[in-house]
C-alpha cells in the first residue's frame, strides 16, 4: 500500500501544473493534500468527476477564512477506508487542517500543522496543537491501533534537517520549542522513519523558499514527515522524498507498506 503526501500549496494552481497526469503516474493507495485552498464546488467539474471514479474523498476545506490551508485525502474505492474530518479541537477543525482516516487498526492522521508565523505570533497555538495531537496518537495506541502521522509538519526536527540552522534558530519551523514539541509525537511512540532509515544523510528536504534560487540550489527545510508506530516499522517496504516533482513549493513524499 503506497502512501503519498504533498502540500500543494493550492489544489487550483496545481492543477495546472500536471496534477492529474502526476497522480495517474504516481498511483497512490491513499493521498492526503495540504494547502488545498477551496471547496470542493470550486474544482473543475470535470476533475472532480475523473476524481471520484478512482477514489474516496475526504474534502476539508478551511471555514474561518476563504481560501486557507485545508486539507484533502484520497483513498482507492474500495479499499474501506472510513474518514473523518477533524480533531474535534474546534480552534483546529475550523482551518481545516486534519483528516482521521481507519481501515481496521490502521489509523492514518494526515494535514497541515499550524506555522508559528512571522514573529512567532501563533507559537502558543501551534503548541497546544502538538500537545493535543501527541494526546491522540497516545490514546489510539493504548486502544491497540497502529498509527501513521504524516503531513506538513512546519517543524524542521534536527540542524540535519535544513541547510541553514544557524540562521534559522529564532524562526518559524526551528524555534527550541517547536523542536522539542516535535519530540512529543516520538514519545507517543512514532518513528521518523525516513530520518532513522538514512541517518546523517544531508539535503534531505521538502520545502524550498521562492527566492534566490533556493530549490535549484537545495537550499531547502525538511518539513513534511511520515511518522509510523514501532508495529509498522518491518513492514516498511521504502519511504522517499520526491524532490524531482514540481507544481509547489513543497515536494511529495512517500511511505510503502509490504
Known sequence: MKFISWNVNGFRAVLKKGFMEWLETADPDVLNLQEIRCEWEEVDLAVRKQLESAYDICWFPAKSKKGYAGAATLTKKDLGWKHTPGIGLPEVDAEGRIIVSTKGKLTFIAGYFPNASAGLVRLSFKRQFARDL?????????????????????????????????????????????????????????????????????????????????????????????????????????????????????????????
Request: glycine fraction near 10%.
Open 134 to 258: 501527541a494526546k491522540i496518537v497516545s490514546d489510539r495506541h493504548r486502544a491497540g491501533e497502529q498509527v501513521i502521522l504524516v503531513g506538513d509538519m512546519n517543524v524542521a526536527p534536527e540542524e540535519i534537517d535544513l541547510a541553514r540552522p544557524k540562521d534559522n534558530t529564532k524562526n518559524p519551523g526551528f524555534t527550541p520549542e517547536e523542536r522539542e514539541d516535535f519530540k512529543l509525537y516520538l514519545g507517543a511512540g512514532l518513528h521518523d522513519i525516513l530520518r532513522e532509515r538514512n541517518p546523517g544523510k544531508p539535503g534531505l528536504y521538502t520545502w524550498w523558499t521562492a527566492r534566490g534560487g533556493a530549490r535549484e540550489k537545495n537550499v531547502g527545510w525538511r518539513i513534511d514527515l511520515f511518522l509510523i508506530s514501532e508495529g509498522l516499522q518491518a513492514q516498511v517496504k521504502d519511504t522517499a522524498i520526491h524532490a524531482d516533482v514540481l507544481g509547489s513549493d513543497h515536494c511529495p513524499i512517500s511511505l510503502t507498506l509490504a
